[in-house]
């Protein structure tokens, strides 16, 4: 039973450029979350989707940031026209039901380095 | 707005002894508190958590403690060992179990020395 899988490990990109971030979360959950961690600084919500749903993205940038969890295939988070701000590790977790109770399970995050 | 802190960044303990990791929180909704603990390269992995309605929980050589009154909760590991060496990571949520608007702390990064 594979983790929570996010690909690519590392992502460098041009300013300007878009950057695909893919989650696929634990066979069974159907809840997916987005984090960023900036250097120095603690993990910050993002966005929260359940299938083809986005329930919260209260965390999500207004502008250039993107994410979607299609019935089939992995979690994408998309960041049109790439700026160095922001370059950040970003996590993906997934839980079964949504609960708290016994936390999310995090993927390994995506380092994006825009240059 | 840094919700929940954690003023330590880093602390160093000797095999055998108690790592204590504090974290201080200013939302007074917050009523569930987690403890993450994250090793380089890897995604934050759940360690133990405490709802407010407890003020311990323990879970083999991890507890948490919960001061409600002083917004303040800490992770005890006893006897720590050198795999704990890691980056801990505090959060909180308000509202109810099903709340995903998780706060963390900046994380306080542990030296386990053999």
């Known amino acids: 039973n594979a983790g929570v899988m996010q690909n690519p490990r590392h992502l460098v990109r041009r300013r300007g450029q878009e950057a695909r971030l893919r989650c696929s979360p634990m066979?069974?959950?159907?809840?997916v979350y987005w984090y960023r961690q900036l250097p120095e600084e603690g993990l910050k919500f993002m966005v929260y989707l359940q299938k083809e749903n986005i329930i919260d993205e209260s965390g999500m940038p207004k502008e250039r940031f993107s994410a979607e969890f299609p019935k089939e295939g992995p979690s994408i988070l998309r960041i049109q026209q790439v700026v160095r701000g922001d370059s950040a590790a970003y996590f993906c977790?997934?839980?079964?039901?949504?609960?708290?109770?016994?936390?999310?399970?995090f993927g390994s995050g995506t380092r994006l380095t825009v240059v | 707005d840094q919700q929940v802190k954690q003023n330590s960044p880093s602390l160093s303990v000797q095999e055998g002894r108690i790592s204590i990791l504090n974290c201080d929180y200013t939302n007074s909704m917050f009523d569930y508190f987690l403890w993450y603990k994250k090793y380089p390269a890897e995604g934050p992995t759940f360690l133990i958590s405490i709802s407010s309605i407890k003020d311990k929980n323990e879970d083999g050589r991890f507890t948490v403690f919960l001061n409600k009154s002083a917004k303040h909760l800490s992770l005890h590991i006893v006897p720590s060992q050198p795999g704990d060496s890691a980056v801990y990571f505090c959060?909180?949520?308000?509202?109810?179990?099903?709340?995903?608007?998780?706060?963390f702390g900046a994380g306080t990064r542990l030296t386990v020395k053999p």
């Open positions: 066979k069974g959950h159907s809840h």
């Open positions: 977790a997934s839980s079964p039901t949504g609960d708290l109770l016994y936390g999310y399970t």
């Open positions: 959060a909180a949520s308000a509202g109810n179990y099903n709340n995903n608007d998780m706060r």
